[in-house]
């Protein structure tokens, strides 16, 4: 089952614009991860942010993460064509050995040039 | 390439007959997991391997499914009985021991079953 859901599922913009995505989640957790696979592809890894940090910030990337509302926002800046993919936020339980991910339904991006 | 690899990248077969999918992690990782993802779904948790030993698995993974991690190194994921409702994208990913860190994720082998 899904961990939570993502809004919007699908969004689209023009190159050059910014792109905010988000993710809510139902249980408490260790650490949230934002991926991105382009279609029929694997996954790769964007972002991680630990459950005590709040914002972070890789390139044109910056995540929010706010515990309290179980809730998490991406942030592409200056969007490319090339960043027309899918976006996943993905969850990490605090507890038990496994710590596998637990990821949302993703919202398609597409970036018009 | 020292990336995550899976074979096949993608498989027909029908309903009924057996298919076994390999994976290949990145060679200094010990964990190894499993998902499944559906058109228009993230991915699902199937089943998670720490070196030879298999974990955890979730309530997806029915007894037609059966993951092996012989010697650590690469895993084999099986499925008898292939039932139509297992078309989907298999995804092999692997990552060290630590508690936050990202997971590598293999290209994946796409199921059709007809």
């Known amino acids: 089952s899904q961990q939570g859901e993502e809004d919007p599922q699908a969004l689209s913009i023009q190159e050059g614009e910014n792109a905010t995505m988000n993710c809510s989640y139902k249980?408490?957790?260790?650490?949230l991860q934002w991926y991105r696979q382009n279609s029929g592809r694997g996954l790769v890894h964007l972002i991680l942010i630990r459950s005590n940090e709040r914002e972070k910030h890789s390139g044109r990337l910056r995540v929010t993460l706010d515990t309290s509302k179980k809730s998490s926002s991406l942030l592409i800046t200056a969007s490319r064509a090339a960043d027309t993919a899918s976006y996943f936020c993905?969850?990490?339980?605090?507890?038990?050995?496994?710590?596998?991910?637990?990821f949302g339904s993703g919202t398609q991006l597409t970036v018009l040039p | 390439d020292t990336g995550v690899s899976q074979d096949p990248r993608h498989k027909i077969t029908k309903r009924g007959q057996n298919v076994t999918f390999r994976c290949d992690p990145i060679s200094e990782h010990n964990r190894l997991y499993w998902y499944r993802q559906t058109l228009g779904q993230g991915p699902e948790f199937l089943t998670y391997?720490?070196?030879?030993?298999?974990?955890?698995k979730s309530r997806l993974l029915s007894d037609r499914f059966s993951a092996e991690r012989p010697k650590g190194s690469f895993s084999t994921l099986e499925i008898q009985r292939t039932e139509q409702g297992d078309s989907a994208m298999y995804l092999c990913?692997?990552?060290?021991?630590?508690?936050?860190?990202?997971?590598?994720f293999g290209p994946g082998t796409r199921l059709t079953v007809l």
């Open positions: 249980t408490s957790i260790n650490n």
């Open positions: 993905a969850t990490v339980a605090p507890t038990g050995s496994a710590r596998q991910l637990t």
């Open positions: 990913a692997s990552s060290d021991t630590s508690a936050n860190v990202e997971q590598f």
């Open positions: 391997f720490q070196n030879e030993a298999q974990l955890e």
